[in-house]
């Protein structure tokens, strides 16, 4: 079957730049305080018997982020000392404080990588605010799911959240309100259809099973290589 545009009908457009621009407006300040809102939130519904030994201990963890290779991101987030200019990408340094019961993330901070002490990246901090927010929103689901069917909300898959939640939007967003909790509740009983089994003293080695493309390492920025090619 072929679709045919009518004059009449607008062609929805491919450009983005709406999207990117109604971003940029949103507030840092906002973002910030829904992130601790709904930290706060989920901590909020903690009890003694989700505690460690009466204790509600948070746990650290640190990554790095890479960035597109621009002017603007080199300049705020210099690439690693030892590679050669053009080479390398920007790349930043995060470390993230979660919580042990709820498995919250609770705070964070960014730094440039060559340094040692906390220089706050602003730049970066709107992003990883929405991305933390959606992934404490996808933990009170999993908090919600565990408490509702007596099922440890630490056993349940943070990913199997997030892909039966995506499978339920659509219907969500039209159902009336009394259809719309029945669905909820039939997502959170979903939820916690398959627990992740309990293993204890789970060590993994940090090995890929996949094999690297054999192409070599970039040494010199590639319009230099491009003229090597097109010289050759």
């Not at 929103?137 to 799911?145: E, F, N, P, T, Y």
């Amino acid at each position: 079957m072929h679709l045919k545009a009518e004059s009449d009908v607008e062609i929805p457009s491919s450009d983005t730049s709406a999207y990117c621009q109604a971003r940029a407006r949103l507030p840092e300040k906002l973002l910030e305080k829904l992130f601790n809102s709904s930290s706060q939130n989920l901590e909020a519904r903690v009890t003694t018997e989700n505690l460690w030994y009466g204790r509600n201990v948070k746990v650290i963890d640190g990554s790095t982020i890479s960035m597109p290779d621009t002017v603007e991101n080199q300049k705020e987030y210099p690439q690693h000392s030892s590679q050669q200019p053009g080479c390398g990408f920007p790349i930043a340094k995060i470390g993230v404080i979660f919580s042990l019961a709820t498995g919250a993330a609770v705070a964070f901070c960014i730094d440039i990588l060559n340094t040692h002490d906390i220089k706050l990246a602003r730049k970066l901090y709107k992003e990883i605010h929405v991305y933390l927010l959606a992934y404490n929103l996808l933990r009170s689901l999993m908090w919600q799911a565990g408490t509702t069917y007596n099922t440890p909300p630490n056993r349940l898959s943070l990913q199997g959240t997030r892909h039966h939640l995506l499978n339920f939007i659509p219907k969500l967003e039209t159902a009336h309100s009394q259809k719309r909790f029945s669905l909820y509740r039939s997502l959170l009983k979903i939820i916690v259809h398959k627990v992740v089994p309990d293993r204890p003293g789970r060590s993994e080695p940090r090995v890929t099973k996949r094999r690297p493309k054999a192409y070599p390492r970039l040494t010199k920025p590639r319009h230099e290589l491009r003229h090597q090619l097109q010289t050759a």
